[in-house]
């Protein structure tokens, strides 16, 4: 059984990713399987591991281990990527997969290059409709290319069928979704899974007890690759 020197706080992702991010802590020996039980209460103590779990809003996490209301975050690269927190990035966790992706009307798609892949130039000057602004300027920046971001926090499928935007940006797991709304991948810009994240200052002050779940964590996930 883990029992942390210091109290250590933990937040976590409501949700889907929740499961797999209790299954993980237990792996370490920190036994919180009851956070499942309750899915209105978002604080529990864990006063034998000398550990407080927080379940929170995923998009919030890396907001909660900035300011220190949280040691410790399970949080996705898309996240952090997006957001740009000061933050230590400890493990990749493995779970949580998705994909950043450029998608336009299939009727709409620029032209192919001689190695199959689309002629991203087409795409300059032109609106982007996603929830991640910051991903997709850096993207279309990085290949000196200049897009206007709309950002919308749902339904960004349907930007482009009402003429809100050219293209999207997104994050797909299937890609069936971008299927099912006639659209189709024009360019993957990076593949994202859930981190284990530290608060700075915690880090240090607490870097034993916070290297020794990371050490837990990082030997399960290589155990089980």
């Not at 609106?127 to 850096?138: G, I, N, W, Y």
């Amino acid at each position: 059984m883990f029992i942390s020197k210091k109290r250590l706080s933990i937040a976590l992702p409501k949700g889907k990713l929740l499961e797999d991010s209790i299954a993980l802590l237990e792996g370490v020996g920190i036994s919180c399987r009851e956070v499942l039980a309750n899915d209105r209460k978002l604080t529990f103590e864990f006063p034998q591991n000398h550990v407080q779990i927080i379940v929170c809003r995923p998009t919030d996490i890396p907001t909660f281990v900035e300011y220190g209301a949280a040691d410790l975050g399970f949080v996705g690269k898309d996240t952090l990527v997006e957001q740009g927190k000061d933050v230590a990035e400890l493990v990749d966790l493995k779970f949580g997969y998705c994909r950043f992706v450029v998608a336009l009307p299939m009727e709409a798609l620029p032209p192919q290059l001689s190695d199959g892949s689309y002629d991203l130039r087409y795409l300059d000057r032109k609106r982007v409709a996603t929830k991640f602004p910051r991903v997709a300027e850096e993207y279309f920046s990085g290949r000196g290319m200049q897009v206007t971001p709309i950002k919308l926090h749902g339904n960004i499928e349907l930007a482009p069928k009402v003429g809100l935007a050219d293209m999207i940006v997104d994050i797909v797991s299937t890609g069936k979704t971008l299927t099912m709304n006639q659209l189709a991948e024009v360019a993957q810009i990076f593949e994202a899974t859930s981190r284990l994240i530290a608060n700075r200052v915690s880090y240090r002050l607490k870097h034993e007890d916070i290297q020794a779940v990371a050490r837990g964590l990082r030997a399960q996930v290589e155990s089980s690759l």
